[in-house]
């Protein structure tokens, strides 16, 4: 076939990416932590998955950039010679919804993601992705593809951008129950992403994101037993969006009996207790009083809890010990306007 064909062939690959409709989704927050301890359990994910890239040196870059940048004019996917096939393929998906992809479409993305050295066409490669990763039957084949550990792989990309997407690609995958069992193996590598990445970052809020949904049952939260100091550590440096995806987070670990004692024994900052004040944002407080409650319905003995009363700085005596302030914080709420949340500080009281 001619050269002349290349030409409209492109501008139907151009298409092939046309279909993204959007993506949801510091290094200084890591001196606030006492030696990282989650690290020492952290595991290269490139040891563990195969298909993963390993993470080289300095190829994360820890300072602020443009986030999310918007993509647009692509020119190429993916540098190889396109058939026939492909330009019907995309001309199919410039007709359809990411819900109604078939699945070669899915394995046209998937090869052209492994072939991608262009920033803005591997972002926008997962992004599509990650949209269609919102269907079930997509979150099935893309496991059946061996996908996950090819998108999963971008979660060292350099580029902070390719990392959200790759983030929200996993969380929509990780809703699905046996998507979990290969996405918790990044587990280590999404927590280290949380604390080298700058505070209040998109990188940060898609990382706890998926952390949530990860910890919805109590089947994985094991995984995250090393994790509670950091979290509490993104409660009093972070804005209200990171700090109730942070809660999130709190609220279903300690709603399992299993990890309380991992909780109470976490390192916190002693400045949590100023988040209990009527100038919190509802919903962050209210988020706080779940997890508050949660905690108080965890019945130490005599023995456990003096043993905990010597390890400095531990949540337990921060919020639980008779020597803690937040009871009267706790107190001081019950005048607080909202009605919910006086309803939640008195039960949290009784």
């Known amino acids: ?15 092939l990416l046309g279909i993204v409709a959007g993506a949801g989704a510091s290094y200084g927050l890591y001196k606030l932590l006492s030696g990282g301890s ?33 993509v647009s004019g692509l020119d190429v996917v993916c540098a190889r010679p396109v058939n026939a096939e492909s330009v019907d393929v995309a001309s199919d998906i410039t007709q359809q919804s990411p819900g109604s992809l078939e699945p070669q479409h899915l394995k046209m993305l998937l090869s052209c993601l492994q072939t991608s050295n262009n920033q803005s066409d591997t972002c926008q490669i997962i992004l599509t992705l990650g949209n269609a ?37 996993l969380n929509n995958l990780c809703m699905n129950i046996q998507n979990q069992e290969q ?12 604390e080298t990445s700058p505070v209040n970052s998109e990188v940060q809020l898609g990382a706890l994101r998926l952390l949530t949904n990860l910890s919805v049952t109590d089947k994985h ?37 299993d990890m309380m004692d991992d909780i109470v024994q976490a390192q916190a900052p002693a400045s949590v207790l100023l988040l209990f004040d009527a100038r919190t944002a509802p919903a962050v407080l209210l988020r706080l009083l779940t997890f508050t409650g949660n905690l108080k319905a965890w019945r130490p003995s005599a023995q456990v809890a003096e043993e905990l009363r010597r390890k400095q700085d531990c949540l337990f005596r921060v919020m639980l010990d008779e020597s803690s302030q937040l009871h009267s914080r706790l107190v001081q709420l019950l005048s607080h306007p909202d009605g919910e949340i006086q309803a939640q500080v008195a039960r949290v009281l009784i």
Do not use: C, W
């Open 1 to 15: 076939m001619g050269d002349g064909s290349i030409t409209p062939r492109l501008g139907n690959m151009k298409a």
């Open 38 to 70: 989650f690290k020492k359990n952290k595991k290269s994910a490139a040891s563990e998955s195969p298909g993963v890239r390993g993470k080289q040196p300095g190829e994360v870059s820890l300072q602020p950039g443009s986030l999310l940048a918007k």
């Open 133 to 169: 990763s919102a269907f079930t039957v997509n979150q099935n084949l893309i496991r059946e593809f061996e996908g996950i550990p090819v998108i999963a792989g971008f979660l060292s990309d350099p580029a902070a951008d390719v990392r959200v997407q790759t983030l929200n690609a």
């Open 183 to 194: 996405i918790k193996v990044y587990v280590p590598q999404v927590l280290e992403l949380i």
């Open 221 to 257: 939260q094991h995984l995250l037993k090393e994790s509670i100091t950091l979290l509490l550590s993104l409660l009093v440096v972070s804005n209200e969006v990171l700090q109730v995806q942070a809660l999130r987070v709190l609220v279903n670990l300690s709603s399992n009996p």
